[in-house]
Antibody, heavy 121, light 106 residues
């Protein structure tokens, strides 16, 4: 059974870079797209972006200038970096698999439990 | 930029009642990329419906999705105690979630 687990610092200082890793177990990264989603406290979900193992990437335009996503197929991990963080980047960060295909549908079918990141000095 | 608007923001219903949740796009979108998620407090979202109308694996038949163009609906035919939660629609093509509808116990 596919399992996703987020990891990274729970506290980041303003203006620094937030770095998170999602470790995938029970399956390979060499299929599907892999995504990052976040949820500020008490608010809704925000799609950050996704990556395919080949390097195809797509980002939410509102975050594109500060975000990077990379994939390490040998470690079965993918990572998120958000630069120049502010308090507005405080959120629960989820990684998820983007299931489906271009012939039928795309959706987020397997999620990690999420990790809380607080931006504060 | 596509905006996904969910209504109502809060839906107050009793167990056994029917819930109808709306998700409206600011322009015509592809139903292939429209999915619905349920989120309970402290938990990750769970996929309910994809391709606008296909139930995900293990999702009870009381959950159904419909719609096309810019208007989509999630229906819960008879609310069970475990269905009281927040529901989000997602237009994956544009990486946009709706703002959510909270279904609460009346």
């Amino acid at each position: 059974q596919l399992h996703l687990q987020e990891s990274g610092p729970g506290l980041v200082k303003p203006s620094e870079t937030l770095s998170l890793t999602c470790t995938v177990s029970g399956g390979s990264l060499n299929t599907h797209y892999w995504t990052w989603i976040r949820q500020p406290p008490g608010k809704g979900l925000e799609y950050i972006g996704y990556i395919y193992y080949s390097g195809i990437i797509n980002f939410n335009p509102s975050l594109k200038s500060r975000v990077s996503i990379s994939v390490d197929t040998f470690r079965n991990q993918f990572s998120l970096n958000v630069s120049s963080v502010t308090a507005a980047d405080t959120a629960v960060y989820y990684c998820a698999r983007r299931g489906g295909n271009s012939y039928s549908a795309y959706y987020l079918d397997v999620w990690g439990k999420g990790t809380t990141v607080t931006v504060s000095s | 930029e596509v905006v996904m608007t969910q209504s109502p923001v809060t839906l107050s219903l009793s167990p056994g009642e029917r819930a109808t949740l709306s998700c409206r796009a600011s322009q015509t979108v592809s139903s292939s990329y429209l999915s619905w998620y349920q989120q309970k407090p402290g938990q990750a979202p769970r996929l309910l419906i994809y391709g606008a109308s296909t139930r995900a694996t293990g999702i009870p038949a009381r959950f159904s999705g419909s719609g096309s163009g810019a208007d989509y609906t999630l229906t819960i035919s008879s609310l069970q105690a475990e269905d009281f939660a927040v529901y989000y629609c997602l237009m994956d093509y544009n990486l946009v979630f709706g703002g959510g509808t909270k279904v609460e116990i009346k």
